[in-house]
C-alpha cells in the first residue's frame, strides 16, 4: 500500500527512532503516576460499579482526569480571572461550540457519515427564534422561543436525514454541503423576513454578565454531554459505531441501518437546535455568516477530530482546546489574526495527520496504559 | 434577447473547456486513489497567485524577488508549480492519510483553508487581477458574424483546455505510465498483480492533475479574478460535475461539464444571476437521488 | 513584507514588530501585571461581592486614556484606518494629550465578521479597558456590538459603516439605551442616496446622460439608494432601462454586461460594497465599452485600484468619504494626506492615501478628544451624560468635512450631519474618477472638483 513509499518508509523509521528515545521517558512517567492511580482506584472503583455500566468504566488516572476537567469547567468563573479577564468569555463560547461538536460527533463520529451541514441546524433555530420576536411577537421569552427553535432544528434534520441516509459515503456528504448553501441562498432570497446580512439583533440576550452568563452555557453543555455519552455508550450506540465500521454487518444483524442512521441525525439535530438558541441568548446577532456559513461547519468538525471523533467528550475537550488555543495561548505570541488562523489549521492538520484519533484519545489510551506497562 | 443567443452560446462553450478541465483533475484523483482532493479548489487559487507572483509586481514573499515576466514564461513555471504542489501535498500530507476516506476528506479542506490564509497574508485580502494576452500579442476582443464581444482570453483557455485534455488522453491512452493510471484507476487489485508500483501511479496523478489545476487557476484567476476566497466556488462546481458525469470518468467529467457550462451560463443569461447557482444544485440533487453513480461513473465503492 | 515599526509613545507594545498585529503588547502588560496582583485583587472583589468582569469605567479617573480601534485588519480598508488612528493618537500625545492624560490605541480584528467582532469588542472592553471604541466596518458588524457596548456604556463612534438603520433601528428606537452611540462619518445611505440624485444632475448637464443603468449589491446596505435613487430619476426625466440586484458571490459579469450594453444606457450606477466589480472593469476594459461606470465601489477606493487593475479601472468613479486624498474638502484634509503618505512611503499599500474609512477613523478620535476636553471627562460609567452633551456640541474642522452631530430629537440622532452649500445641496460627498495614466481626480461636487469628468473613451 502506501509502504511502497520510500518517504513513508522514512517517517516510519523516524517514528519508531522516536518511540524508542521516548520510550524511558515513558517508563517513568509510568512509575511517577502508577501510584497515583492506584490511589483514585477505589474512587473510580466507586464509579465504575454504579455508573460504569453507563457511561463506561475508567481507571483512576482516567477518571481523575475527567473528575478534573469537569470540575475545572463547573468552575470557570472562579479561577479565570487569574489567568486572563477574558477566558470567562472563551469558554462560554466554547461550551456552546462544544455543544455543536458533541451533537455532530452522535452523527458523523458514529456513524462514518461526514455530515458538512450541521450549521443549518442551528441556523434553522437561531432564525425560528429571530423571526418570532422580529416578526411574531418581540415579548416572547426563552421558555417559549427556544423550545420551538429546537423543534424547528428537528423537523430540519428530519427533512435532511430522510432522503440523503439512503445514499453512501461523499455523496452523503455532498448532500449536506448542499444544504447549507441552500440554507444560506435562502436567508438571502427572504431578507425582507431576514434583513439578509445585517440579520436580526432584536432579540434580548439572556445577560452579559460574565459569570452567570457562562453558567447559561455550560450547564446546558454539561447536561448534553452526559445524556449524549449515555446514548453513545448504550446499545444505540453500538449500532452506530457497527455502521461506521461495516454497515452490511448490521442489515445482517437484521437491523435496519438506515433506521438507525436518521435516528442518529435525529437525535443529534436536538441539541444543535438547543445550542443554536444559546448562541442567540448569548448575544450573537442571528446573521448568516455566524449561523449558516460553511465556515461554521467546518470548525464544528475540526473540534470534534482534534478531540477525538467518536467519544463524545473527545469533542467537548477538543472545543476547550481549540478555544483556549484560538483566544488565549496564541494571543500572548501571535499578534496578526490571520498568522493566528494559519497556525490553528496547521495544528488540526497535525493532529489529523499524527493522531487521527483525537488529541484526547491519545490522553484517554496512556492514561489506561499507565499502569498496565509498570506492573 | 435572442440576439444575444450566438454569443451565449459561444461563450457557455467557452467555459465549459476550462470547467472540464477543472473536473478532470478532481476525478482522476478519485479514480486512481479513491480520495477526494477538497484541496483541489485551493490548487486552482494556487495557480492564479503563482501566475500573479510571476508576472505582477504586486505581491511580494520573502527571498523571492517580485519580478514581471513574459507570460508566455510566467504561465508555465506557474502550471510546473502547482503540479510540484499538488504532488508535495500527495507525499507529504495525503499518503499518511489516503486509507481514510473521513480522515483525508478533513486534511484536505483544512490544507485548503490554510492555503486561504496564507495567501491572505502574503497577498492581501483585495481582490487582484491580472491580464495573461498582452494587448500587443492579439486584441482583447474577437467577433466573427452575429457573435461579438468574446475575450480572447476566454478563447485562448478554450484552446489550452482541450489541449491539454488531448495531450491528457494522449498520454492515458499511447504511453505506459499514462496506462498505469488508467489501470489502478479501473482496478487496483488487477493493476498491482501486472505488476503497477500503485504508489508511483498516485503520486503521477496527483503531479498531473495538478498540472491541469494549475493551467485551470491562471486561466480562471484570468477571465474573473484572483481573490483568497476563490477556491471554494470551482471546487464546488467541480464536485457537482465530477458527481454528475461519475466519479473517476474523464469522459464523464467533459460532458457534465458542458452540461453544467450551458446550463449556468443560460440560466445566468436569461433567468437572473441568483438562480444560477441554485439550479446546478437542483441537478445535483436530482442526479444523487435517481442516478446516483451519474452519468459514466461506476459506483461508489468502499 | 516590510514591517513598519510604529515607535511611538501613543501605541504602547512590548514587541518589536507590530505593524499587522491587533491587540498591542499593551494586553499582553495588561494581563501578567494583572497575574501578579491577581490574589489580592480576586480576593478582595470576591470578598465584597462585586463580580468581576465587564467595563470598570466608572473607576477610571485616572489615566491613560484608551481608545479601541475596531476594524477589519487584514483588509486595506482597515489596514489605512489602523494607520491613521495611530496617527491621529501620536498627534494628541505630542501635544500633551487629553486633558494632561496620556493617550493609548489598542487595535483589534474584527476580520469583518460580526461574530468575531462582537468578541473583540468584549475584550476591548472587558480586558484592555478602553473608554472608546471607534471604527467598525460594515453595517452588519456595526449592528453586532451595538447592543453590548450601549450595555456597557463605552461611547461607540462608528465610522465605516454608513447603513441609516444603524440609527434607526437602535437609538432611535431607544434613545436612552443607545446614547453612547455617535457616527461622526460618513454620512448615512439616506443623504448619500440625495446626493447621488444631484450627481447624476450633474451628469447630465455635463454630457447629457440621461439613461441609466442601476445595478446594487444584493444586500441591506443598498436599501436607502434604491428606496430613491430609481424614482428619483424618473422624477428628473430621465431613462431607467435597467435596474438588478446581484447575488453578492456574483462571479461572472457578462450577463450583467451584456443587458447594460443592450439597454444602451449613458452609464451603470452601481452600488457595490460587498461584490468586487473588477472583473467587471477588465471585460469592460477589455471590450472597449464606453457607457459610464457611477455610483459607489468600495473596492475602487483602494488607491492604487488603477494600477492594480492594469489601467481596467479607468473611468470608473465611485463616491469615497474624504476624497481619496485628492482634494482639500477642508483645510485640514491635504497636509492629513501628506503626512500620511510621508509616514507609510515604505509600508505596504495601501500608501496614496488611507481610504475613506481612515479619514473617518482620524477625525473620530481628534473629535472626541476635543469632547472629552470640552466635558471635563471620560468617565462613561458615572457620567455618560456629560460625555454626551460634549460630543453633541462638536463643530470639528476634520479631514473628511465639517463635523456636526445631530442632537436626540433629530430623525437621525447622534448621526452625522451632511454639510449643504447655499442651494442645500449635499456638498460633503466627494466623487472621485480614475482618469488616464493611474490619476484619481476629484470631479463633484464642483467646489472641491480637481478635474472634470471624463466619458470613458478606449
Known sequence: MSSDSAFVRATDAVKAQLRTRLQPVWAVLCTVLAPLDRAIQPVADLYNRSLGRHFGTMTGLQFGVIALGFGMIATVPFWSPFYSETLNITFAVASIWAIFAMSW??????????????????????????????????????????????????????????????????????ITLVGVLLFTNLIFAFSEWTNGELGIHQVDPFTYEPWIRYYYMAIPMLVIAVGLTYVARSNVGMVLLTIRENERAVSSAGLDPTKFKISSFVLSSIPMGIGGALLVYYGRAINPVSFVEISNSIEIIALAVIGGMGSIIGPLFGSFLFFFLEEELLRDFIEDSSTRTLVLWLFVLGVLVFARNGVFRVVWHALGAVRGDSE | MLSGLPTVLVNAALISALYALIAIGFTMIFGVGGVLNLAHGALLMAGAYAYLLLARDTISVPVFESMTLHPLIAFPIAVVTVAVLSYLLYVVIVQFVEDNPIVTFLATIVVALAATEVVIHYAGAST??????????????????????????????????????????????????????????????????????????????????????????????????????????????????????????????????????????????????????????????????????????REYHE | MARNNDQTTGERHTDEQNAD????????????????????????????????????????????????????????????????????????????????????????????????????????????????????????????????????????????????????????????????????????????AEAMVDYVNHLNELHGWSSFAVVADDAAWVEPHLNVLPGALEEEGYDLVMEQSLNINIDDFSPVINDV?????????????????????????????????????VTGMHPAFAQLTEGAATYETTSQSGGGGTTGITENTVPFVESYRERYADSDPPVGHPMYMGFNTYDAINVYAEAVERG????????????????????????????????????YPHDAVETRDDEGTISNFPITQWQPQGALECVYPEQHATAEHMVPRW
Request: charged letters at 15%.
Open chain 3, 376 to 411: 471635563g471627562t471620560w468617565d462613561y460609567g458615572n457620567d455618560l451624560d456629560g460625555i454626551v452633551d460634549a460630543m453633541l456640541a462638536t463643530d470639528h474642522t476634520g479631514v473628511a468635512g465639517q463635523i456636526q452631530l445631530y442632537g436626540p430629537d433629530a430623525e
Open chain 3, 21 to 192: 498585529g491587533n491587540t498591542t503588547g499593551s494586553g499582553y502588560v495588561r494581563r501578567r501585571h494583572f497575574l501578579q496582583t491577581a490574589g489580592a485583587a480576586a480576593v478582595t472583589s470576591t470578598l465584597a461581592g462585586c463580580i468581576p468582569g465587564g467595563g470598570d469605567g466608572g473607576d477610571n479617573l485616572e489615566g491613560p486614556i484608551r481608545i479601541g480601534h475596531l476594524a477589519p485588519l487584514q483588509n486595506p480598508l482597515g489596514i489605512g484606518s489602523r494607520r491613521t488612528a495611530t496617527m491621529a493618537v501620536d498627534q494628541l500625545s505630542e501635544n500633551g494629550g487629553i486633558m494632561d492624560e496620556e493617550v493609548e490605541v489598542v487595535h483589534a480584528d474584527t476580520g469583518g465578521n460580526p461574530g468575531t467582532a462582537q468578541t473583540e469588542a468584549e475584550r476591548l472592553v472587558a480586558e484592555e479597558e478602553v473608554d472608546v471604541i471607534v471604527g467598525t466596518f460594515v453595517s452588519e458588524v456595526t449592528q453586532a456590538i451595538m447592543d453590548y457596548v450601549a450595555q456597557e456604556g463605552v461611547p461607540l463612534i462608528v465610522t465605516g459603516s454608513s447603513a441609516p438603520s444603524t440609527v434607526t433601528d437602535f437609538i432611535g428606537q431607544d434613545y436612552e439605551r443607545y446614547k453612547n452611540f455617535f457616527r461622526t462619518g460618513p454620512i448615512n445611505s439616506t443623504f448619500q
Open chain 3, 261 to 297: 450594453v443592450e439597454s444602451d444606457a449613458d452609464a451603470m450606477i452601481r452600488f457595490f460594497a460587498h461584490i468586487n466589480a473588477a472583473p467587471l472593469l477588465v471585460e469592460r476594459a477589455q471590450r472597449e465599452l464606453t457607457f459610464g461606470i457611477e455610483g459607489i465601489h
Open chain 1, 105 to 174: 460527533d452522535i452523527q458523523s463520529g458514529y456513524t462514518g457519515y461526514i455530515s458538512f451541514g450541521h450549521s443549518v441546524l442551528s441556523g434553522a433555530a437561531g432564525y425560528t427564534i429571530g423571526l418570532l420576536i422580529l416578526h411574531y411577537d418581540p415579548s416572547m421569552g426563552p421558555l417559549v422561543t427556544i423550545p420551538l427553535a429546537v423543534l424547528a432544528s428537528l423537523v430540519l434534520g428530519l427533512v435532511i436525514a430522510v432522503p440523503s441516509l439512503r445514499l453512501r459515503g461523499p455523496y452523503f456528504s455532498l
Open chain 2, 128 to 297: 487582484q487581477t491580472y491580464t495573461l494576452i498582452p494587448s500587443d500579442l492579439l486584441p482583447s476582443t474577437v467577433g466573427f458574424g452575429p457573435v461579438d464581444g468574446i475575450l480572447t482570453v476566454d478563447v485562448v483557455g478554450f484552446v489550452v483546455s482541450w489541449i491539454a485534455i488531448g495531450l491528457l488522453w494522449l498520454y492515458v491512452t499511447k504511453t505506459d505510465s499514462g496506462r498505469a493510471i488508467r489501470a489502478t484507476s479501473m482496478t487496483e487489485r488487477g493493476a498491482r498483480l501486472t505488476g503497477v508500483n500503485v504508489h508511483a501511479v498516485r503520486a503521477r496523478t496527483w503531479l498531473v492533475a495538478g498540472a491541469l489545476a494549475g493551467i485551470g487557476g491562471v486561466f480562471l484567476g484570468a477571465s474573473s479574478s484572483a481573490t483568497p476566497g476563490m477556491w471554494l466556488q470551482p471546487l464546488s462546481l467541480a464536485f457537482i460535475i465530477v458527481v454528475i458525469g461519475g466519479i473517476g470518468s474523464i469522459k464523464g467529467s467533459i460532458v457534465a461539464a458542458y452540461l453544467i457550462g450551458f446550463l449556468q451560463t443560460g440560466v445566468g443569461e436569461y433567468l437572473g444571476q441568483n438562480f444560477r447557482g441554485i439550479l446546478s444544485l437542483v441537478l445535483l440533487i436530482a442526479v444523487l437521488f435517481m442516478l446516483p453513480q451519474g452519468l459514466f461513473g
